[in-house]
């Protein structure tokens, strides 16, 4: 299995960022598929989920509104769109499945600041 994300960087308070992450190595489209995050000094916390198909999603109550979570299953991506950002939203961010298994990407930064 593995997990890749891309698409973090540093962004101005109120912008918004698309974050990808491309699997392989497992039958995507079988698997809900999770975002997390860890900012600085912090424990990693669940961000948003959505089902294998797609028509089921769950986001943390700080990030209702804002983020948004989808998946294309002929491409194997999962991606988190982020708009409205906050400086709290600064962390590393990853993408997840379990397969009776948690695998991880490595993460990818982003970073809210003026």
């Known amino acids: 299995v593995q997990l890749v994300e891309s698409g973090g960087g540093l962004v101005q308070p109120g912008g918004s960022l698309r974050l990808s992450c491309a699997a392989s190595?497992?039958?995507?489209?079988?698997?809900?598929m999770r975002w997390y995050r860890q900012a600085p000094g912090k424990e990693r916390e669940w961000v948003a989920h959505?089902?294998?198909?797609?028509?089921?999603?769950n986001y943390k109550d700080s990030v209702k509104g804002r983020f948004t979570i989808s998946r294309d299953n002929a491409k194997n991506t999962v991606y988190l769109q982020m708009n409205n950002l906050k400086p709290d939203d600064t962390a590393v961010y990853y993408c997840?499945?379990?397969?009776?298994?948690?695998?991880w990407g490595q993460g990818t930064q982003v970073t809210v600041s003026s």
């Open positions: 190595g497992f039958s995507f489209s079988s698997y809900a």
């Open positions: 959505i089902s294998s198909t797609g028509g089921w999603t």
């Open positions: 997840n499945v379990r397969t009776g298994v948690d695998y």
